[in-house]
């Protein structure tokens, strides 16, 4: 079966600080990749989407970035933190192709001071 | 474009009386639609989806949903409510990539 892993669950950074935010999948070869985050009170916004190695679609123009190192490695990142990153980082892996249900990692907690 | 309407931001309902949380949704295309449930502090969990063929799908937990195409709407249903349903559930449409509702939070009260 497959599960989606990411780490940590919980982190405090000051503003300015770099972010990296692991996100890996276990059990499936190729998935399709996604990053969301969900501020309080609102739904979830795509941030990024990624159907192969190397491969980024970017959602929204800001302070993130993401790279797919490994078929089965998403990671998010930032160079200068701002207070406004604060919210709920939710990675999803999908597989693609005619249908595209999308199952979630348990997500990370960022808080920006 | 794509969009998600979910009229209702909370709702309140007793333990054992049925529940229907509402979706509008807004697209272009034959849509794949989904039901996502979401416990304080986790990620989200598939209820059901639709993609195509009968208009009334069945999920996990006793949890249904019916399309229906002349309304654009996919309402989740549940006849009758356990105190462990309190949650938030999301409306999502797309195919590769999804939208989301802004969500629905469901209280049950004894």
């Known amino acids: 079966s497959q599960t989606i892993h990411q780490w940590p669950a919980t982190l405090v950074q000051p503003v300015g600080s770099p972010l990296s935010l692991e996100c890996t999948v276990e059990?499936?070869?190729?998935?399709?990749l996604y990053w969301y985050r969900q501020a309080a009170g609102r739904g979830l916004q795509l941030l990024f989407y990624s159907v192969g190695i190397g491969q980024i679609s970017s959602e929204v123009p800001q302070n993130l970035s993401a790279s797919r190192p490994q078929d089965r490695q998403f990671i998010l990142s930032s160079k200068k933190l701002l207070l406004s990153d604060s919210g709920f980082y939710l990675c999803?892996?999908?597989?693609?192709?005619?249908?595209?249900?999308?199952?979630f990692g348990p997500g990370t907690r960022l808080t920006v001071t | 474009a794509q969009s998600v309407t979910q009229p209702d931001i909370h709702i309140t309902v007793s333990e054992g009386a049925s529940l229907e949380l509402r979706c509008n949704y807004s697209y272009g295309a034959t849509p794949y639609l989904f039901w996502y449930v979401q416990s304080p502090g986790q990620g989200l969990q598939l209820l059901l989806k639709y993609f195509s063929g009968d208009t009334l799908v069945q999920g996990i937990k006793g949890f249904e949903a019916e399309f229906k195409r002349s309304q654009s709407s996919f309402n989740l249903r549940k006849p009758s409510v356990h105190w462990s349903d309190a949650a938030e559930y999301f409306c999502?449409?797309?195919?590769?990539?999804?939208?989301f509702g802004a969500g629905t939070i469901l209280r049950v009260k004894s």
């Open positions: 999502a449409v797309g195919r590769n990539k999804l939208v």
């Open positions: 999803a892996w999908g597989y693609g192709g005619a249908t595209n249900e999308q199952y």
């Open positions: 059990g499936t070869s190729n998935p399709n």
